[in-house]
């Protein structure tokens, strides 16, 4: 596999003026990067295609032993929540290159030694996208497990997209397309079908050859340890939990209302957050975000007017008009969390092409060392640092890469210009 020219993510007419180091122009799609040994693995692999259902004890047991006999294993999880606030464990996969098993969690069997060797510091857990995978084991175990790598934040470093897709980055680094027929899956009716059960397995048996891939690669160009920020990050429970109290800052729409509607509105949020966690019920179906809102402008004071609030469900109604009433009775006058307000559209005429400037200067960067741009500096971070463009970027791998260029050309100590259909940056 060869890499697409990450300059080509540019958009506008600074695009056209790019080249990348190695001199082709960006926007041309038949120009591709060898920068990275991992295009020039075979993709042949005598990775495991064969899997295991486990649902008696004596497999759990086998499976334990074989957890603790190795260095790293591939984990995924297949989960339903559409009638729940939180997700139902249906699936857990977990393989290597050399073995797939599927546990289920459903079956008549106990999983506290799965949990513990799963939980063993020294074993490498691997996911994709792992953030959901790691709410579940956060609500089973109260944390997420130690030693943890994640190919969807890793990929980007070795100049695949940001937040790439699973089946995109199996297709990109092996070659093979996934089927993506059972996406919709009902996971908790039994017998799973064959075809649901392959499509779990190939989310671990694919991830197996990815991660030594990706593993090697990051080593080879001594960008491994750029990860320990994000790995850490991970490994935090606080990413995975919910706090009633604090959930009304994160209500989109607060920004419409008035400084008292706002606090009502924060209180309604914190009591439906308690009632979804205390009921296990999806919180929409306790009152939606509209409704919310609506019943928070108008602060009814008695029944008749809040059933006359037409984005309120009779259901809510009859069950909750009560605790409704006592909440907005029961607010403050002002908001207790401070609001995400919109981003307002900068109106200054020279922002926007300096930020240009800037993305061109990324993408340049980004080229030499085959990372994604969108993964070495987004616009927003970049709109963030111009605000202060004396403050570090994190994490410390990203701040060596950019902050004494950017710096420069911020300060008017370098300037760009155009050197035989090149953009380059040079010292004023």
């Known amino acids: 596999m060869e890499l697409g020219c990450p300059v080509q993510s540019i958009g506008g007419g600074l695009k056209a003026a790019i080249q990348c180091q190695c001199g082709h122009p960006a926007g041309k799609s038949s120009h591709l990067h060898s920068v990275m040994l991992i295009g020039a693995l075979s993709k042949s692999s005598n990775v495991t295609s064969a899997y295991t259902l486990v649902n008696s004890q004596a497999q759990v047991e086998d499976l334990v032993l074989r957890i603790n006999a190795e260095p790293w294993v591939a984990v995924d999880t297949e989960f339903m929540r559409e009638s729940t ?9 977990i393989g290597t290159e050399h073995w797939c098993d599927l546990v289920d969690p459903l079956a008549d069997i106990e999983l506290e030694s799965l949990w513990l060797a799963l939980y063993r510091p020294t074993l490498c857990k691997v996911f994709h996208a792992a953030d959901q995978d790691l709410e579940i084991f956060t609500q089973l175990r109260g944390a997420p497990p130690p030693n943890l790598f994640d190919t969807q934040v890793a990929a980007p ?48 048996i694919h991830l197996s050859t990815i991660y030594p891939r990706l593993t090697r690669e990051l080593k080879r160009l001594q960008r491994d340890a750029w990860l320990e920020a994000d790995w850490a990050k991970l490994e935090n429970p606080a990413q995975y939990t919910r706090d009633p109290d604090s959930v009304g800052a994160r209500l989109k729409g607060l920004d419409r209302l008035t400084p008292a509607q706002q606090a009502r509105a924060q209180r309604l949020a914190t009591w439906r957050e308690r009632e979804a966690q205390l009921r296990n019920q999806p919180k929409g179906w306790l009152i939606n975000d509209s409704a919310l809102l609506l019943v928070a402008r108008r602060n009814p004071t008695d029944r008749s007017a809040l059933k006359s609030i037409r984005d309120l469900k009779p259901a809510v109604f009859s069950a909750h008009a009560d ?13 207790e969390y401070a609001i995400r307000s919109r981003p307002k559209r900068n109106k200054d005429q020279h922002r926007r092409p300096l930020l240009d400037a800037l993305s061109a200067q990324v993408a340049l960067i980004a080229a030499e060392q085959a990372i994604h741009p969108d993964a070495l500096a987004s616009r927003a971070l970049l709109d963030h ?35 035989e259909g090149r953009l380059v940056l040079e010292p004023r």
């Not at 009433?325 to 908001?335: D, F, H, I, R, S």
């Open 85 to 93: 606030y939180y997700p139902k464990l249906c699936l857990l996969q």
């Open 157 to 204: 470093l070795l100049g695949h997209d940001e937040g790439m897709g699973y089946a995109r980055l199996v297709d990109a680094v092996t070659g093979v397309s996934l089927s993506k027929d059972q996406t919709r899956a009902d996971w908790s009716a039994r017998p799973l079908s064959e075809a649901a059960l392959r499509y779990a397995a190939d989310d671990v």
């Open 323 to 335: 605790a409704i009433l006592q909440t907005l009775a029961n607010a403050p006058a002002e908001p």
């Open 385 to 419: 640092w111009l605000d202060a463009p004396d403050q570090a970027f994190t994490p410390a791998w990203r701040n060596h890469l950019l902050f004494d260029q950017l710096n420069a050309f911020v300060a008017g100590q370098a300037v760009m210009r155009v050197n």
